[in-house]
């Protein structure tokens, strides 16, 4: 039987997929409702709640802070996948490490500029595992994609990645976010199909 190499690639591809998905070339946009206006002069980013040190970062502050490149797939709760998107930011670890977070936090909560909040357990955020994205395909993130800064968490569907986030909250309890209380998983694991409360 002659196996024609170009199957090979696409193989791969499927096991990159999680049940239920399926690959996008294109990246849809999914936004509660409308896309804020984010004036760079005026934005900030706080890290507070259980921390030593609460932090604000102006825009150009927070663009001078140690940037991590990662290439990951997304997958939307909506069905489709992303392959190898690409994204330039500043990573959970590093900014966990400057607040110092206090030995009780246990879940991070995201707070955006259009009032989205979505929870995270603590180590869903660290180990590389997410970052504030400040450029997708190295360009500044749209402003429909969440920019100028989203959270990025590729690992979880993507309700998980706030976009326009303004502040990340540690705490000792989790906290159900906008999604979370109107019937999504609330841990959002896309390789066991969490997609709905009871999944
Ligand atoms: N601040 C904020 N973040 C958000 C949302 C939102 O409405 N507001 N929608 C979430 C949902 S449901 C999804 S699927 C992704 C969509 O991101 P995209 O529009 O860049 O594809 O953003 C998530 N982050
Ligand atoms: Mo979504």
Same mark, same amino acid.
């Given at each position: 039987?002659i ?15 999680? %049940? ?10 999914l936004?509660?409702? %409308?896309?804020? @206006?984010?004036? /760079? &002069?005026?934005? +900030? /980013?706080?890290?507070?709640? #259980?921390v030593? +040190?609460?932090c604000a970062? &102006?825009w150009? @502050? ?13 997958h939307?709760?909506? +069905? ?6 690409r994204?330039r930011?500043?990573? #959970? ?20 500029y ?6 995270? $357990? #603590?180590?869903?955020?660290? &180990?590389?595992?997410a970052?504030? !994205? ?8 749209? !402003?429909?994609?969440g920019? $100028?800064?989203?959270? /990025?968490? $590729?690992? /979880?569907y ?32 896309p390789w +066991?199909e ?6």
């Open positions: 039987m196996i024609s190499k170009g199957f090979q690639p696409k193989r791969a591809r499927n096991d990159r997929l999680p %049940p239920g998905q399926y690959e996008t070339r294109d990246f849809p946009v936004s509660l409702g %409308p896309t804020p @206006e984010v004036d /760079l &002069s005026t934005w +900030k /980013l706080e890290v507070r709640g #259980l030593e +040190k609460p970062w &102006s150009q @502050e927070f663009n001078d802070l140690p940037q991590e490149n990662i290439v990951r797939d997304i939307c709760v909506t +069905k489709w996948s992303k392959f190898d998107t994204w930011g500043v990573s #959970l670890d590093y900014l966990m490490e400057v607040v110092g977070v206090s030995p009780e936090a246990t879940h991070l909560i995201a707070h955006s259009d009032g989205y909040t979505t929870n995270l $357990p #603590l180590e869903d955020v660290v &180990s590389g595992k970052m504030v !994205a400040l450029t997708y395909d190295d360009a500044p993130i749209a !402003a429909e994609h920019g $100028p800064a989203r959270l /990025l968490v $590729p690992h /979880l993507f309700w998980k990645s706030a976009k326009w986030v303004k502040a990340l909250e540690f705490v000792d309890a989790d906290e159900p976010g906008f999604w979370e209380v109107r019937g999504y998983h609330n841990y959002g694991d +066991k969490q997609r709905y409360t009871n999944d």
